[in-house]
């Protein structure tokens, strides 16, 4: 499932309801999909995306701003602009958030109480790795930081993938019985 990531400061705005859409540069998502819902480094809940919207700047209302937790349109267009610039085109993403009981800790989600260090040594020395996997694994040995890894490799970008080689590498140790 994809995540849908907020910072803390929109915690509230959520649980309340107040915020259902939020503006984004790229959209990786489809109407109807299910999603995570990452704020504050937790996963607090799901949304489903209930619509997506292409919207030039100049476009955006204030309905929208509203929707995104923000007071007025130039409100929106200020942190638009403070965060991307002048950007062409933005998503609206209008989604229904559901809030869990409890919220979960990704890390644990995903490699429960593994090491992500400790997957790393372990898959370099028993699995079967592409020269691809095995170079970032041992990159990321160096840099002990998915972020410090995925900068060193040009982007930020590239967390996504570091992440993705950590959980196949954590599911295919825990089969064998390693981790």
Not at 118 to 142: M, P, Q, V
Not at 146 to 167: E, F, N, P, Q, Y
Request: hydrophobic share 35%.
């Amino acid at each position: 499932m994809k995540h849908l990531e907020f910072k803390e400061k929109f915690m509230d705005l959520l649980r309340s309801g107040k915020k259902t859409a939020t503006i984004r540069l790229q959209c990786p998502y489809k109407k109807g999909q299910e999603v995570f819902v990452h704020c504050g480094g937790r996963i607090i809940g799901t949304a489903k995306i209930i619509d997506i919207e292409e919207k030039r700047l100049d476009e955006l209302t204030d309905e929208d701003a509203k929707a995104d937790g923000f007071e007025s349109r130039e409100e929106l267009l200020e942190e638009i602009r403070r965060l991307y610039g002048n950007p062409e085109k933005v998503y609206v993403i209008r989604f229904r958030f559901k809030e869990f009981e409890r919220s979960i800790n990704p890390h644990e989600m995903y490699y429960g109480d593994a090491d992500l260090v400790e997957i790393a040594k372990k898959a370099l020395e028993h699995l079967n790795l592409s020269e691809g996997d095995r170079r970032i694994l041992e990159l990321f040995l160096k840099t002990e930081s998915i972020r410090k890894t995925a900068m060193k490799m040009g982007s930020l970008k590239w967390r996504g993938v570091i992440r993705k080689i950590l959980r196949r590498c954590y599911n295919e140790l825990r089969k064998k019985g390693l981790i």
